[in-house]
Structure formats: structure tokens, C-alpha cells
């Protein structure tokens, strides 16, 4: 009966404090019932931590873990494939990603935008949590401009800027993560609690590689993250046409590579995201914009007769 008793009133203080927002709210609650003789000293110590406890299980994952998360998943990447090297590339690369991400709704992350070639034939491109993006050069081989390959760019920063890799996390999972963190054996630095937390964000990276490269974001983020992208293009003074003829000509590949892996096997519907997205720029009245000097420095770099 004591036990039924003391869960009860645990359980004011807390909805309280999840309905307000803070513990401090919460804390009152566990303070009236000690005053009134309903909790012990000690009964109100150990409900007041669980409140703590549990304001940090619910609460977002702050930009910092972000960027741990995006490393550890950006690591986990560089097992499967390696880096491609060609400074002049990865170089021109940054140049173009940096300055799209800084048109972008989110031009700071924690650890900053970076950008990198992997070097497979596999055609994709890849958005770790917190900035890290990777394009292979697969998908090099099918750019034909420097126009195309800010869309493609700009479709991954805004996979960033949505926070699209940190929902592919369990909510399960990361509730589990930030209430270890929130513990004392964590914070010591040892014991089943450390282990646990160390097992959980493993889970947590791989939640979010197998979204990236076997399930796919859903249809609702592809064209969150076009939409976006054409409007970062469009601040930028890229040709926002460039996202809309890229993802049709990768539309007529689809069908026959669907069963290669990389982005036909993750991204369907691609003729869906390009009529979508020739819809979006008629409605803003944006125009063509060529640019032949990009044209040109694109296909020295690049290496494009």
C-alpha cells in the first residue's frame, strides 16, 4: 500500500514538470509531500532525481551529441568505403558545399559543414547528423554541372538542416541514452549503466546508417529536403532548375539499377520528387539561370569533356 501511495504522488510532480517544462515545478510537489508527512526525506531525494532524470530522457538531442552521433555514423561509412583522394576535388568540393550551406536555414552546426568524395562507383550521396556529407563518385559521373552538383549539395544540408538523420534514431533508443546519461554510473564513467550507454549509441548509429543506406528516408523528407534545397539554390543564385532536370534524368535510370543499391535502391519515386519539384519553382516564378564560367570550372575540375 505504501508503495501504491508513494507512486502516486511521484506521479504529480512529474506530469507537472512534463507539462510545464522544468523540474523546478516538479520539485515543488515532491517538497509539499514531504511537508505533509505523504513522503520521507528520502523518498523525496529519490523521486526528485527520477524527475531529473526523466526531463533529460524526454528532452531533444542537443547539437553537440548531434555531432557525435554524425561522426561516430560518418566513421562507420569510412569502414564500407574509403576516401577518394583528389585535393583539387575534395577542395572544390568544400567550396561549393560551404557556401550552400551558409544560404541554408542552419548555416552553423557544432562541429561545421564538411564535405568528401567517396570513392565507389555506387551513385549516392550521404548526409551524416550534424554536417558531414559524402558524394561518391558514381555520383560525380552523372553531374553534369556545377549548378547540379550545388542541388545535390543543397538537398544534403537540408537532410541536416531538418535533423532527418537524428529522427532515423529509435525514440525508445535515445530516451534510454539520455536517461543514462543523466545517471550516476555515468557519470562516473563505469559500471552496467556505462556499458549500456555505450551499447545504445551504437544502436543509435546504426539506426541511422541503415536509413541511409538501405531504408531510405521517407517520401515526406525527400521533398521537405528538395523544396529546401531549391530555395537554398535560389538564395545562392544557382540555377534552382538544375535539382528538378538532375532528379529526372536519374528518374529514366531508376527503373533498370533499382536492384544496384545506393541511391535508385534508397530514394524511389524519383519522377514523383522531379514533377514535385518543377511544380515548386513555377510557383515561386523562378527562372533559368545559366552560368557558363561555373560550367566550365566545373568541367576542369571535375575532369568533364
Not at 511537508?35 to 523521486?47: H, N, W, Y
Not at 561522426?71 to 583522394?85: D, I, M, P, W
Not at 549500456?196 to 539506426?207: A, P, Y
Not at 528538378?244 to 527503373?255: F, I, N, P, S
Request: glycine letters at 10%; proline letters at 2%; charged letters at 25%.
Amino acid at each position: 500500500m505504501r508503495t501504491r501511495m508513494i507512486l502516486f504522488i511521484a506521479f504529480i510532480p512529474v506530469f507537472l514538470g512534463l507539462l510545464a517544462g522544468c523540474a523546478e515545478v516538479a520539485q515543488v510537489g515532491t517538497a509539499y509531500g514531504e511537508s505533509t508527512g505523504k513522503l520521507s526525506k528520502e523518498d523525496r531525494e529519490a523521486l526528485d532525481r527520477l524527475v531529473g532524470q526523466t526531463a533529460k530522457a524526454v528532452r531533444p538531442m542537443n547539437d553537440q551529441e548531434e555531432d557525435y552521433v554524425g561522426r561516430a555514423v560518418a566513421a562507420t561509412l569510412l569502414s564500407e568505403y574509403r576516401l577518394y583522394s583528389n585535393e583539387a576535388l575534395t577542395a572544390y568540393l568544400n567550396e561549393v558545399g560551404q557556401a550552400v550551406a551558409l544560404a541554408s536555414d542552419r548555416p552553423l552546426t557544432f562541429g561545421g559543414y564538411h564535405f568528401a568524395v567517396l570513392d565507389t562507383d555506387q551513385v549516392n550521396a550521404l548526409s551524416c547528423p550534424g554536417g558531414i556529407v559524402f558524394v561518391t563518385r558514381g555520383m560525380l559521373q552523372k553531374i553534369k554541372s556545377e549548378d547540379e552538383l550545388a542541388a545535390v549539395l543543397a538537398h544534403e544540408v537540408a537532410h541536416v538542416n531538418h535533423k532527418d538523420g537524428v529522427a532515423a534514431i529509435q525514440s525508445s533508443r535515445w530516451m534510454e541514452a539520455a536517461s543514462t546519461l543523466g545517471s550516476e554510473a555515468a557519470r562516473k564513467l563505469g559500471g552496467a549503466e556505462f556499458t549500456r550507454l555505450v551499447s545504445t549509441f551504437e544502436g543509435s548509429v546504426d539506426d541511422v546508417v541503415k536509413t541511409l543506406l538501405v531504408k531510405g528516408y521517407s517520401r515526406g523528407q525527400e521533398k521537405a529536403a528538395d523544396q529546401s534545397a531549391l530555395t537554398f539554390l535560389q538564395r545562392l543564385g544557382y540555377n534552382p532548375q538544375a535539382l528538378a532536370g538532375y532528379l529526372e534524368r536519374l528518374a529514366k535510370e531508376q527503373g533498370g539499377e533499382s536492384k544496384g543499391g545506393g541511391i535508385f535502391a534508397t530514394h524511389p519515386g524519383m519522377a514523383e520528387r522531379a514533377a514535385s519539384a518543377k511544380s515548386f519553382i513555377s510557383q515561386n516564378k523562378w527562372s533559368q539561370k545559366d552560368a557558363p564560367e561555373r560550367d566550365r570550372r566545373f568541367r576542369e575540375i571535375v575532369g568533364k569533356g
